[in-house]
């Protein structure tokens, strides 16, 4: 059964960086990619960006760029998002989501996302 | 980015009666690639419907999916006290992969 576990709640303060982790089980991790999202409180959800788990190549919604870092360790079939520079409105529950791909020999294409994470809540506050 | 408009804010509904929600794009989705997703509070979304059409594993088929370009449904054939959530219609097409802001189906 495919399973995404992910850290535990995270409270910082504004201007610092938080690291969640994303850890899979129950499938190949490196045929699928990795998605992450947030939702903000009673706001809707909001796509951050995703990570081609096999090749490591990323891609950020630009809204994020420049703060947004995801990566993955393929040994612990985990994958990582840190945010920086964190401010009040960064406030959010952060799901790690499952997305199927189709990896050519040129380029990779990604489908929508079949199994999420739990959530981490991350609370900037001073 | 694709704006997704979703339609009415709330649904409210008895069970056994049928719901329908709209999705609406600001620009054409390119082949068809939108999802549904249900979420209840406390909970993560679980996917329903992708490809706007296409059920996910498990998903009961009274759930169902439809539309093309700009416009698209999801209808639950006959409400059953677990479908009572929030929905949100999400886009693949282009990046950034976008949302729409969710319809609450609540019970009457």
């Known amino acids: 059964q495919v399973h995404l576990v992910q850290s535990g709640a995270e409270v910082k303060k504004p201007g610092a960086s938080v690291k969640v982790s994303c850890k899979a089980s129950g499938y190949t991790f490196i045929r699928y990619a990795m998605h992450w999202v947030r939702q903000a409180p009673g706001q809707r959800l909001e796509w951050m960006g995703r990570i081609n788990a096999g090749n490591g190549n990323t891609k950020y919604s630009e809204k994020f760029q420049g703060r947004v870092t995801i990566t993955r360790d393929t040994s612990a079939s985990t994958a990582y998002m840190e945010l920086s520079t964190l401010r009040s409105e960064d406030t959010a529950v952060y799901y790690c989501?499952?997305?199927?791909?189709?990896?050519?020999?040129?380029?990779?294409?990604?489908?929508?996302?079949?199994?999420w994470g739990k959530g981490t809540t991350v609370t900037v506050s001073s | 980015e694709i704006v997704l408009t979703q339609s009415p804010g709330t649904l409210s509904l008895s069970p056994g009666e049928r719901a329908t929600l709209s999705c609406r794009a600001s620009?054409?989705?390119?082949?068809?690639?939108l999802s549904w997703y249900q979420q209840k509070p406390g909970q993560a979304p679980r996917l329903l419907i992708y490809?706007?059409?296409s059920r996910a594993t498990g998903i009961p088929d009274r759930f169902s999916g439809s539309g093309s370009g700009t416009d698209f449904t999801l209808t639950i054939s006959r409400l059953e006290p677990e479908d009572f959530a929030v929905y949100y219609c999400q886009q693949y097409g282009s990046s950034p992969w976008t949302f729409g802001q969710g319809t609450k189906v609540e019970i009457k």
């Open positions: 620009q054409s989705i390119s082949s068809s690639y």
């Open positions: 490809g706007a059409s």
């Open positions: 989501a499952r997305g199927p791909m189709e990896q050519q020999l040129f380029a990779a294409y990604y489908y929508y996302m079949d199994v």
